[in-house]
Structure formats: structure tokens, C-alpha cells
């Protein structure tokens, strides 16, 4: 896919909610000093603008539904046009069905890009319920935590910025149910779709933080090793 001379480190994450997508992002953005966009943190910050975009949104995601794609897709790829995503991104949480994923590759065959590799973080579902349920959130710089798995030093406050943690709507247990029931649906076959393209990279998401960026980073930049 894609023109020798696009150098560019598009990476796409794919998993279920509660896969580390978002942490694993976080490490990589950093890694090679590019933007982490997340669709659902876009939505999430719309809503808390109260913009139109935003109220549009929460329906579907108060739902643990998919926003519908047309708005997604327009939403994502004005942000992949900005300009600090030119030499590359994180994508988290997009494409997130077969339909949006066809769009994207065509917007990316016109502007004559290609994704580097779509990186599938695979975790147990029993995991990813306990995840998601357990998950906090702090509203002011985003960090993540989980009541049991990585708590905060001081229980319900961010260890980074003191703010109070939240669960997020769509964190609670019959919305996760949902949502675990839509990526199967939806988003799954994209593990498919990417496969045949020769973009997939398997990970197991199952081990600690550490051990999934370092799996990543291995089947990423092979024997160049990582720090
Ligand atoms: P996330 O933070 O990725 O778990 O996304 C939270 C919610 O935002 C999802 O449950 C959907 O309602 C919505 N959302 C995020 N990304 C997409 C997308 N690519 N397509 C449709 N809806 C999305």
C-alpha cells in the first residue's frame, strides 16, 4: 500500500475496548513524537464542549453504540490533517467497522499515504469486563487507572494533577456488556481486513503495561531493539 516516498508512521491500534489501545498509544505518541488521536476521546471532548458534534455523539455512546460513520469519519480525518499528524499518528478507536475502514483507505490512497502496520492488541473477554468495569478516569489530564489493577496512591484522586477520578458513562457494567458486543459485531472482522492487507501485527495484551509496549515495540522495530 502506498508510495515509496511516504515515510510516514500511521499506525492504527485495533482491539476491544479495555484492550491498553489508549495506553499503549500514549507510550508509542511519545515514542516517536507524534499525536495520539482517539476518535472516542474526540467525541469526549465535543460533548464536554457542548457542541453539536458533541451531543450527537453522546446518544450513541451513552448507548455503548457506534456514532454513526459519516460523522466519525469527517471528525477523524479533518484531525489526521492537522499539522502536527503530518510525518505520522497514533489512531486509537478508528476505523472501528469495515465500512469506515474502506473510507479510510481511500482517503489515504488519494492522498497518496499508507498505514505502517495496524497494531491488534488481543486480551481474554473475562478480562476486558474487569477491565473496563474497574477502569477510572481523571477529567483533567486523562490519566487512567483501575480500582484494583493500578490504583491511585490516594484512593479516587489522579497521583498526576490531584483532580478527582470519574468512571466514565460508558464504563458501567451494562454499557460495557454493549460495547463488547459491538466490537465483536463491528469491529472484529477488521482483524480480517487488516490481515489480508499484510498490516497486521499480533500482540498479546493479556501481560502487565510494560511487557505489551515492549511486545510492540519488538514486532515494530524488530532487531533495532528499544530502550
Ligand atoms: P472509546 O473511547 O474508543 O472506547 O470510544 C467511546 C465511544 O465513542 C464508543 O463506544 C462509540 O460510541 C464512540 N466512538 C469512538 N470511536 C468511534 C468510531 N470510530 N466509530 C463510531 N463510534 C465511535
Not at 105 to 129: D, F, G, T
Not at 136 to 147: E, L
Request: aromatic share 6%; with cysteine.
Amino acid at each position: 500500500m502506498g508510495t515509496p516516498r511516504d515515510a510516514g508512521m500511521r499506525l492504527v491500534m485495533l482491539g476491544a475496548p479495555g484492550a491498553g489501545k489508549g495506553t499503549q498509544a500514549d507510550r508509542l505518541a511519545v515514542r516517536y513524537g507524534i499525536p495520539h488521536v482517539s476518535t472516542g476521546d474526540l467525541f469526549r471532548a465535543n460533548l464536554s464542549q457542548g457542541t453539536a458534534l458533541g451531543q450527537t455523539a453522546q446518544r450513541f455512546m451513552s448507548q455503548g453504540q457506534l456514532v454513526p460513520d459519516e460523522v466519525t469519519e469527517a471528525m477523524a480525518w479533518e484531525r489526521l490533517n492537522a499539522g502536527d499528524a503530518e510525518t505520522g499518528y497514533i489512531l486509537d478507536g478508528f476505523p472501528r467497522n469495515v465500512a469506515q475502514a474502506q473510507h479510510f483507505e481511500s482517503k489515504l490512497v488519494l492522498a497518496q499515504q499508507s498505514l505502517r502496520a495496524v497494531v491488534h492488541i488481543y486480551v481474554e473477554p473475562v478480562v476486558l469486563e474487569r477491565r473496563l468495569t474497574g477502569r477510572r478516569t481523571c477529567p483533567g489530564c486523562k490519566a487512567s487507572y483501575h480500582v484494583v489493577f493500578n490504583p491511585p496512591a490516594l484512593a479516587g484522586i489522579c497521583d498526576a494533577c490531584g483532580a478527582e477520578l470519574v468512571q466514565r458513562d460508558d464504563d458501567r457494567p451494562e454499557t460495557v456488556k454493549k460495547r463488547l458486543e459491538v466490537y465483536m459485531d463491528e469491529t472484529a472482522p477488521l482483524v480480517n481486513y487488516y490481515s489480508e492487507r499484510g498490516l497486521l501485527v499480533m500482540v498479546d495484551g493479556n501481560w502487565p503495561v510494560d511487557n505489551v509496549t515492549d511486545a510492540i515495540l519488538a514486532r515494530l522495530e524488530g532487531d533495532r531493539g528499544h530502550d
